[in-house]
């Protein structure tokens, strides 16, 4: 399989941004499907992320999507894809994450968990973090999200979509990440990946029993050819769950009550 070279991932990371829609993929209609794992977070300021469910009151997402003095809540679909809106009550951001202007700036570890004002209900299922597992280097996975159809189709957010990637491995950027694309371009040119309102949004494998969550993407790139600056269709920036599931288990019990530290909001 061919790889990218480092300096043609350094290019390619001088031009990431937040990950902010699956690019290239299909509209999930499935009522039994992703639907019932995956969510979109929006503040009162107008931005949109992704989140993956992991418990039936709480959402993993990245840590740069809580950075703004807003109001925040979580939008789920139901069966009949109508949207059902939850207020953020309490967040726990990772204790090593430093937030900064662009992907290049903002080290540590990418993640928060958010804790709702009620619980989703039966229309839902959380990932079992039990089987997160890691992300190998070869791997197919699936990327899932809430996010732009593409970076010019600004009213196409809000509709769950999804497409397969493959794991390019891990890389030291200012924090560390395993790079997923387009099985096919590499990032060479322009294919499937985040975009605009993916951040937060799970990276998954897929197994006879279902999906399994083993990422939260971070930040995306445009391809390496692009003649547009684009922080979509190239790098998928993703931060690996099962190396920091102590620390999410720890704030799932925090934000329940069970102990330790959490911020409200």
């Not at 891990?170 to 694309?181: D, E, G, L, S």
Request: charged share 20%.
């Amino acid at each position: 399989m061919r790889t990218l070279s480092i300096l043609a991932l350094a290019a390619l990371t001088l031009f990431a941004g937040p990950a902010h829609a699956v690019l290239q993929g299909t509209t999930n209609r499935d009522p039994n499907g992703l639907r019932r794992s995956v969510v979109y977070i929006e503040n009162s300021e107008g931005e949109l992320c992704s989140g993956a469910v992991i418990a039936p009151d709480l959402v993993l997402t990245a840590a740069h999507c809580m950075m703004d003095h807003a109001g925040y809540r979580v939008v789920g679909v139901n069966r009949a894809f109508r949207p059902q809106a939850f207020d953020v009550v309490a967040t726990a951001v990772h204790p090593a994450f430093v937030q900064g202007t662009t992907p290049r700036t903002q080290p540590g570890v990418d993640l928060a968990i958010l804790k709702l004002g009620r619980p989703l209900g039966p229309d839902y299922a959380p990932f079992d973090l039990r089987r997160a597992g890691r992300i190998e280097t070869g791997e197919r996975v699936t990327i899932a999200g809430f996010g732009l159809l593409s970076e010019r189709a600004k009213r196409t957010a809000r509709t769950l979509r999804q497409t397969d990637l493959v794991s390019l491995g891990p890389v030291q950027v200012a924090n560390r990440v395993v790079i997923v694309t387009d099985r096919d371009r590499l990032a060479e040119t322009t294919g499937a990946g985040a975009c605009r309102g993916d951040s937060g949004g799970p990276i998954l494998s897929r197994t006879s029993a279902g999906y399994h969550l083993t990422g939260i993407v971070s930040w995306s790139s445009g391809a390496l050819r692009s003649r547009d600056p684009s922080a979509c269709g190239g790098l998928t920036a993703v931060t690996p769950v099962a190396e920091h599931l102590g620390w999410i288990v720890q704030g799932m019990q925090a934000l329940n009550g069970v102990g330790g530290a959490w911020s409200s909001r």
